[in-house]
């Protein structure tokens, strides 16, 4: 295989990880080359990236423009959590559950062993006892003593297994009559 020109060794695109190190005259460049390899060029550069074989289906333009978002994605991030868990319910069928959005005053109520709890939403965290913490799940463990999602926490998700009626197996008990 011949050398491209400016051809970036694995791992050198991330170097430091910065993409203040990593300008984007550079990365256009990069990506300029990348259209202008060859599909076995593009394969090879595929494997260096993503760690595994390419799909045979993948054409030469489609392989080029993964590479290149690949790229930019280890440069600049990927999607954000909101955005992974939408794209991924398309895929598996389940509905995301729509995100709710908590204003500046909404007061969240708890009790706990017999003790009321009011949290109190502000702007960059919540108020529990006088002290502003970063997190739900923070005050939750504070609470409790142990780890807790504090969102369920507070009643604002459902448990994993309620999201989903239950079905009932059907039981069917045989009795024997003795004579």
Same mark, same amino acid.
């Given at each position: 295989?011949?050398?491209?020109?400016?051809?970036?060794?694995?791992?050198?695109?991330?170097?430091?990880?910065?993409?203040?190190?990593?300008?984007?005259?550079? #990365? &256009?460049?990069? /990506?300029? *080359?990348?259209?202008?390899?060859?599909? =076995?060029?593009?394969?090879?550069?595929? +494997?260096?990236?993503?760690?595994?074989?390419?799909?045979?289906?993948?054409?030469?333009?489609?392989?080029?423009?993964? #590479? &290149?978002?690949? /790229?930019? *994605?280890?440069?600049?991030?990927?999607? =954000?959590?909101?955005?992974?868990?939408? +794209?991924?319910?398309?895929?598996?069928?389940?509905?995301?559950?729509?995100?709710?959005?908590?204003?500046?005053?909404?007061?969240?109520?708890?009790?706990?062993?017999?003790?009321?709890?009011?949290?109190?939403?502000?702007?960059?965290?919540? +108020?529990?006892?006088?002290?502003?913490?970063?997190?739900?799940?923070?005050?939750?463990?504070?609470?409790?003593?142990?780890?807790?999602?504090?969102?369920?926490?507070?009643?604002?998700?459902?448990?994993?297994?309620?999201?989903?009626?239950?079905?009932?197996?059907?039981?069917?008990?045989?009795?024997?009559?003795?004579?």
């Amino acid at each position: 295989m011949p050398k491209h020109r400016n051809r970036y060794a694995p791992g050198e695109i991330l170097s430091g990880g910065d993409p203040d190190v990593m300008k984007r005259k550079e #990365i &256009a460049a990069l /990506i300029d *080359e990348i259209q202008e390899m060859s599909k =076995d060029q593009l394969r090879v550069r595929w +494997l260096e990236l993503f760690k595994k074989s390419v799909p045979d289906a993948l054409t030469k333009d489609l392989l080029a423009r993964m #590479i &290149a978002y690949r /790229i930019r *994605e280890q440069v600049f991030g990927g999607l =954000d959590r909101k955005t992974e868990k939408i +794209l991924g319910s398309y895929v598996s069928d389940k509905p995301a559950s729509p995100p709710r959005y908590l204003k500046s005053g909404t007061v969240l109520v708890r009790e706990y062993q017999g003790v009321r709890h009011t949290v109190t939403i502000v702007d960059g965290g919540y +108020l529990w006892n006088d002290k502003k913490y970063p997190s739900l799940s923070t005050i939750a463990k504070e609470i409790t003593g142990t780890a807790w999602n504090g969102p369920r926490f507070f009643g604002l998700r459902e448990k994993a297994n309620d999201r989903e009626p239950r079905r009932e197996a059907q039981k069917t008990s045989r009795r024997r009559i003795s004579s």
